[in-house]
């Protein structure tokens, strides 16, 4: 257990739909990370977000969107969303940038 | 940019078998380099890391040593078993805390059979 937490589990829902995936970093972690695991593109990164800011962007769709708040858990929208969106969404902390990163369970994303 | 490179899979061995998997990276300066390790159904679990050239990372009795003079971060376990088989990712991140996010290879399937 890597005392990173992503809810929900699974999701399914429908093309041109929007939701909202929620990570809880490790006790003490200040930044944040977003990545996507598909069979076509691998694990690329999305966002990373520290201490409530944004602090760099990966290959993130204008479509998505995320935030990190005062109590340091993160969300990941998702929005009009595709067929080609399906797709394993992990979230990882770290205590600062540039440290070790750890990894949630993941949010596996099925669109319809 | 930085990129990495893992050697194509699947791999299938026999229990106790030594295990090679190769991973080469391009980046300026001197990045951290990571093999993260993914059970079936599972997240990604840090393997082992090296934050500098000669660096040796273990973990498991898995190892890789950071070589800057080949750009390589090979990962070798001497005797694998069948709890062993996983997916494993080649990583680099930095150097800086400023690119800090992790470029992935593309993960090599590892089955270990009895």
């Known amino acids: 257990d890597s005392g990173v937490t992503q809810t929900p589990k699974h999701l399914i829902t429908a093309t041109g739909q929007r939701v909202t995936l929620r990570c809880s970093p490790r006790?003490?972690?200040?930044?944040v990370y977003w990545y996507q695991q598909s069979l076509d593109q691998g694990l690329q990164f999305l966002i990373q977000y520290y201490n409530g800011e944004e602090r760099a962007k990966g290959n993130i769709l204008e479509r998505f969107s995320a935030q990190q708040f005062p109590d340091l858990h993160s969300e990941l929208n998702l929005s009009s969303l595709e067929l080609g969106d399906s797709a394993l969404y992990f979230c990882?902390?770290?205590?600062?940038?540039?440290?070790?990163?750890?990894f949630g369970p993941g949010t596996r994303l099925l669109v319809l | 940019g930085n990129s990495v490179t893992q050697m194509e899979g699947p791999v299938t061995l026999s229990e106790e078998a030594f295990l090679t998997i190769n991973c080469t990276y391009t980046?300026?300066?001197?990045?951290?380099l990571f093999w993260y390790v993914q059970y079936p159904g599972e997240g990604l679990q840090l393997l082992l890391k090296a934050t500098k050239a000669d660096d040796k990372g273990s973990n498991k009795g898995f190892e890789a040593t950071y070589r800057k003079e080949t750009t390589s971060f090979h990962l070798e376990k001497g005797s694998v078993q069948v709890s062993d088989s996983a997916v494993y990712f080649c990583a680099l991140s930095g150097p800086g805390g400023a690119n800090s996010k992790l470029t992935f290879g593309k993960g090599i399937t590892l089955s270990v059979r009895p």
């Open positions: 006790s003490g972690d200040l930044s």
């Open positions: 990882a902390s770290s205590v600062e940038a540039g440290e070790t990163q750890y």
């Open positions: 980046a300026t300066g001197y990045p951290s």
